[in-house]
């Protein structure tokens, strides 16, 4: 079965700590796509990456940056420097088969702290 | 880069009555749309896939008579909360496919917080 765990709830920081939110999915694909996205208290989804299965290289985008393990597989997010602005509500999800609709995981609400 | 607008942002009806939600693709043309939903403090359900041209397919559990979705047109999804009641009160998001597009690149709306009192 398509599976997204975020099992991290909750987590506050004060600004410019370093944040790391797990994401642990299952899936029987062999080929697949990993999302993160992110939701500021205004609702609206921001897409932050797109990440094929077949790279399995961590990729680093500004303060942000990801790392991708097939082996176990998890796609964890990590914030260095964290800033008020980064507090929300950070989605990891996993399309579902061949298909676009996408299963999401529970969200982890970050809160940055000044 | 793509862009998904949703009409009204925010709607407050009263039990009983209905209420459409309108999801635009404003720069390209989605042969596939979505549609979650979200509970407070909870993470997006899918609760159906619009086809253009199509009758839209339903997720487990969502009822087909209660949330109507119509997708008339390349550019316009629409869903109707039918005879709403205070348990439908959440926020809804669409989000939509780029025709000429890979697979997967999906593009979400800023929501609509509905409420029904």
């Known amino acids: 079965a398509q599976k997204v765990t975020q099992a991290q709830t909750e987590i506050s920081v004060v600004e410019k700590e370093d944040v790391t939110l797990d994401c642990v999915y299952e899936t029987r694909d062999t080929t697949y796509y990993l999302f993160w996205y992110k939701q500021p208290p205004s609702g609206e989804l921001v897409f932050l990456i797109r990440r094929n299965s077949f790279d399995e290289q961590n990729e680093i985008s500004g303060r942000y940056s990801w790392n991708f393990q097939k082996s176990t597989s998890s796609f964890n997010f990590t914030i260095t420097a964290s800033q008020v602005v980064d507090s929300a509500v950070y989605f990891c999800a996993l399309p579902l088969g061949g298909y676009n609709k996408l299963i999401f995981g529970a969200g982890t609400r970050l809160a940055v702290h000044p | 880069g793509a862009v998904v607008s949703q009409h009204p942002s925010r709607v407050i009806c009263k039990s009983g009555t209905s209420v459409k939600i309108e999801c635009r693709s404003l720069?390209?043309?989605?042969?596939?749309m979505f549609w979650y939903r979200q509970f407070p403090k909870k993470s997006l359900m899918l609760m159906a896939t619009s086809n253009e041209g199509s009758k839209a397919t339903y997720e487990q559990g969502v009822e087909k008579d209660k949330f109507l979705i119509n997708h008339a047109s390349l550019t316009l999804s629409t869903l109707t909360v039918t005879s709403a009641h205070p348990e439908d009160s959440s926020f809804y998001i669409c989000?939509?496919?780029?025709?000429?597009?890979?697979?997967?690149?999906?593009?979400f709306g800023p929501g609509t917080r509905l409420t029904v009192t």
């Open positions: 720069d390209f043309q989605a042969t596939t």
């Open positions: 989000s939509a496919s780029p025709r000429d597009r890979g697979l997967y690149e999906q593009y």
